[in-house]
């Protein structure tokens, strides 16, 4: 299948803001590209791409003062196929793991391991390791956590989430990311785009949206906090340890985000 996405940023600054964003098809799909991933700016930006130490790729620019809109639009090909789901992968030993998944075993900005892993091990300590226990967690997380635009809250950790039982797609991933890092399966946060493909549509403005991936079975695997069923079509853009090294973008100044317009549909064929 073909699915079209895209974005309409729109920030004013009130003097000349250094910012980076996280705006860009992670690598690891730009082989589905079928047609070009720009990041183009309504007003002529010098602009350069690196990559960060969790292999996302970030651009920097400095947005004048006034308005300055970032835009994409492009075409990725998708499998049509839901989320994959693989009961049999096992969890692995701590000692197993290889050295560079540690990393997503410990607390970070947003999940705060040690405040919940006497909660995690009261819950979920007497199921068997592995798929069944992450499905537990997600559930757990899904039910816990209420959702709504109006919880949003930048600042809102995983154990506050928790404590107050409200939240965005964030907080589902960040919720779920801890508890799993808590009965030591590596969890990783991503963000990206997830159109309502396969599912009735929800009558809200599209967003950007957070999941996480689990390392059972020596793989990566895709799991759904906020939604809890296998979806169809996430195009991953960021991964990291949690919101904080995925942030779609940070300004280093004041700049406020005034316009934002997200897409990301099935098309029949190229444009």
Known sequence: MLIRAGYDLTFHADIDTPMIAMLSVHPSRKRDLRTPHRLVTS?????????????NICTRLTAPAGDTTISCDFVVEDSGEPDRQSPDAVQHAVADLPDDI???????????????????????????????????????????LTYGYQ????????YEGHQEQVGVCRDFAHLAVTLCRCMNIPARYCSGYLGDIGVPPVDVAMDFHAWFEVYLGGAWHAFDARHNVPRIGRIVMARGRDATDTALTTAFGPAWLTGFKVHADEVASLP
């Open 102 to 144: 540690i990393v997503y075993l410990l607390a970070s900005r947003y999940c705060e391991v040690d405040r919940l892993t006497a909660t995690a091990w009261d819950l979920f300590g007497a199921m068997p390791p592995g798929w069944s226990r992450v499905e537990a967690i997600v559930g757990y997380a899904h039910r816990q």
């Open 43 to 55: 007003r002529p930006l010098p602009i350069y791409d690196y990559e960060d130490a969790f292999g």
């Open 151 to 158: 919880y949003a809250r930048a600042t809102r950790t995983a």
